[in-house]
């Protein structure tokens, strides 16, 4: 792995992959040589060399950002054509984390595309120490709401990420799908792709987004395509028999 380097809360590294930042087509930034910003603990961000990003779309917008940790960036207005992305592009002309001086920090929602080498990447860059392992299973697993059995699996997959309690993706065949109502809620994660979400009514009670599914994931989680997995917070899951202890987490 790349060299981490940290200045105080401030976590510096090497990134080892060529990133592409895109709006309407055109190339806004392109290097193999990223600086990964743990600017949150959960994933990094990504700084171009300024000599990597195409300064002639960027326009000064007269404000400036102040963090406690990396120091004051100058905010640039990037312009494609007649399509101007307001303070998009923070540059850090000096710091006190000297790894990011003369870098330039382009908001990820402010770009139409991002890519890590030639693959498409979406919501946020991709943590490195964050896998994510998908293997099938022959435990027996069994899903209670209110006391009444909702899925039943011997045939479940097991989704083991970095940081979160095991994920069991069960076949929509083994699942009580006459309980579940599609929901209007979409989330998006870079490991997995986009997820769509059910209610689930169990004696007149419905349970509001706790089953997830993902018709088109990603490449590397293409083997939950079309299982469904239930909040391991908030129903009761028995493996093998033995009732799992409700992990405590921010889904909780």
């Known amino acids: 792995m790349a060299e981490t380097k ?113 693959e498409e990447v979406y919501v946020h860059a991709r943590d490195p120490y964050s896998r994510i392992d998908i293997l099938p299973s022959s435990r027996h697993i069994r899903v209670e709401i209110d006391g009444v059995t909702v899925a039943e699996s011997r045939q479940p997959r097991l989704l083991f990420e970095t940081g979160l309690p095991t994920r069991y993706y069960l076949p929509k065949g083994d699942v009580d799908m006459a309980l579940l109502a599609d929901s209007d809620l979409v989330t998006s994660c870079p490991y997995k792709g986009d997820a769509s979400y059910y209610n689930v009514t169990v004696d007149g009670t419905t349970h ?29 899951i028995y493996v093998d028999g033995e009732l799992e202890a409700k992990p405590k987490t921010v889904f909780a």
């Open 6 to 118: 940290k200045r105080g809360r401030v976590r510096v590294e090497n990134g080892q992959k060529r990133v592409r930042a895109v709006i309407g087509g055109k190339t806004v930034a392109q290097s193999d040589n990223v600086k990964m910003v743990w600017e949150k603990p959960y994933y990094p961000t990504y700084y171009f060399p300024a000599a990597d990003v195409d300064t002639s779309l960027l326009a000064p917008s007269g404000e400036t950002h102040r963090s406690p940790s990396r120091g004051t960036s100058d905010l640039y207005n990037v312009k494609v054509g007649d399509d101007d992305r307001a303070n998009a592009a923070a540059w850090f002309k000096e710091s006190p984390v000297g790894e990011i001086v003369d870098h330039i920090r382009l908001d990820w929602a402010a770009m139409d595309n991002w890519y890590e080498e030639e």
């Open 208 to 236: 509001e987004d706790i089953v997830w599914w993902y018709r088109n994931p990603v490449e590397e989680s293409s083997r939950i395509a079309g299982y469904v997995s239930f909040y391991n917070e908030k129903v009761d």
